[in-house]
């Protein structure tokens, strides 16, 4: 499979099921199920295709990490909670040559002090936070025009 024909994984971590209902003054008022909408048709129209999951379980996550190392373009991850707390999901993206975008709907670093620190920041490309469902297209974005400034940038 050529890397144009790869799709480009998008993986969300624990709670990420309950957008929508859950905290909406933090997290926004779109369902993950309307987030994914979004961006499959930006990623239709530019000419990406997009493998979109969730899991609230670690060993999953993992997986699907590994996963998009061995059959994907690039990974967008939301690891949620995990985020602070998963050594695993951390090497998991260390380990995978393909770029990750770490995403956060929320502004992070504006939170509590213990959602400061990531665990998966060190292996990514980059970090989009505090721009709600928007930051999944930034994401989107990023990967596009990583791909097309080349590997000296990461
Ligand atoms: C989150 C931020 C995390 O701190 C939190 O645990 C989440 C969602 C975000 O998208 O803002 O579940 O990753």
């Not at 990490?65 to 690891?79: K, P, S, T, Y």
């Amino acid at each position: 499979m050529t890397s144009a024909a790869k799709p480009i994984y998008v993986l969300n971590g624990p709670n990420l099921n309950l957008l929508g209902s859950r905290e909406p003054d933090i997290y926004g008022a779109e369902t993950l199920e309307e987030i994914e909408s979004m961006l499959k048709a930006a990623a239709a129209g530019m000419g990406m295709s997009i493998d979109f999951r969730q899991s609230n379980q670690e060993g999953e996550l993992v997986d699907w990490i590994q996963e998009a190392g061995a059959r994907g373009r690039g990974l967008i991850l939301n690891a949620a909670a995990y985020t602070h707390t998963s050594v695993a999901m951390g090497d998991a993206v260390a380990a995978i040559g393909v770029p990750v975008i770490e995403v956060h709907l929320s502004n992070i670093f504006a939170r509590e002090e213990f959602r400061h620190h990531s665990y998966i920041s060190a292996g990514a490309k980059g970090v989009i936070c505090g721009f709600g469902a928007l930051g999944y297209k930034m994401a989107l974005n990023a990967l596009d025009a990583a791909e097309a400034t080349g590997p000296e940038n990461g």
